[in-house]
């Protein structure tokens, strides 16, 4: 499964990073609202974690946008 964290916090997105990688899951990870927006968009992932609160735009944003632009990956949203 190719999987897209959007976390602000470092240390959390390197700590879900390690363990979806261990399970064998192809893991990208950015720190902010504009990044996993434009990742999201041009990349096929199966799933986006995406966290609320973000620098730049916020997690429901960028899900309103990926909707918008009518890409329908499956999203979690953490806080």
Known sequence: MRILIVE???SLAR???TGLRKLGHAVDVVHDGPKGLSYARLNPYDL???DILLPGFDGLFVLRELRRLGVTTH???LT
């Open 48 to 50: 986006v974690l995406l």
């Open 75 to 77: 999203v979690l949203l």
């Open 8 to 10: 602000d916090s470092q």
């Open 15 to 17: 700590s879900v990073q």
